[in-house]
């Protein structure tokens, strides 16, 4: 039996799809108090206005979406579309599938599936909508009276209130963007090509086209994140002229 190499803890994390970027105590921090104030603003105000028989259903899906408006504000899945559009879609599916299919189990596995399609064509993949589309599948009684009224209140209520808290309060913070394209950051100068680059701007845009699949992450930081790695590479390059050529018998 092979021991063991010191890369062995990367390559699980990376089959885990363990995130090793740094993130900040500060910024872990104001995610927690994020959440905590999006989710208290959503149940105080829809207690204020429903009344108190609303509150079993203020937190069914409303809790992991606050983690991606508050952990996760600048990623495409957590803006304004996917999220309105997302719990829209999936909520009409869902109350849909509640009042016409009996089964529960195939309410529940219909709403869910066609939710996903329906988000998918109308580009507002919002990943907590799925708990939305299977929560009115398998609704109560309750929620079957209200029928597509709940699709209105409590449902989307919920959504716009924890959509502007989550504009309020990331909007305190500078380095924060919510929505992605509300604050822009001046735009870094991509250097143009050369021969040295080792990728060019056509070259990476087409290698994220041929990926096929969603990229949590806005065209905007991508785009800056391209700029930077650019920049980067020109910067090395720079200070390896400067420091002139190497003699090779030096490294012999």
Avoid at 2 to 24: H, I, N, Q, Y
Avoid at 53 to 70: C, E, N, R, Y
Avoid at 153 to 160: Q, R
């Amino acid at each position: 039996m092979s021991k063991p190499t010191a890369s062995t803890p990367g390559r699980w994390f990376r089959l885990l799809g363990v995130e090793l970027s740094p993130v900040s105590h500060r910024e872990r921090l104001v995610s927690a108090i994020g959440g905590f104030v999006g989710i208290l603003a959503v149940y105080w105000t829809s207690h204020l206005v429903l009344g108190p028989t609303a509150s079993p259903f203020l937190v069914l899906s409303m809790g992991s979406t606050a983690a991606m408006l508050f952990a996760v504000p600048h990623g495409a899945l957590s803006q304004p579309w996917p999220l309105l559009g997302g719990h829209l879609v999936a909520g009409l599916i869902g109350i849909s599938c509640l009042l016409g299919i009996p089964d529960p189990m195939l309410a529940a596995s219909v709403a869910t599936g066609l939710s996903l399609g329906a988000m998918h064509y109308l580009r507002c993949i919002h990943p907590p909508a799925g708990a939305t589309a299977l929560a009115a599948a398998l609704g109560n009684e309750t929620v079957k009276a209200m029928g597509f009224g709940f699709v209105v209140a409590p449902l989307m209520l919920n959504v716009l209130i924890l959509l502007l808290a989550a504009i309020a309060f990331n909007g305190m913070f500078p380095w924060r963007r919510y929505p992605a394209a509300l604050v822009r950051s001046a735009p870094l100068a991509v250097p143009a090509a050369t021969e040295y680059d080792a990728i060019s701007h056509e070259d990476f845009v087409y290698a994220l086209s041929q990926l096929d699949s969603y990229i949590d992450v806005s065209e905007e930081d991508l785009l800056r994140i391209y700029a930077l790695a650019t920049g980067r590479h020109h910067d090395l390059l720079a200070q390896a002229a400067a420091a002139g050529p190497v003699n090779p018998s030096a490294t012999s």
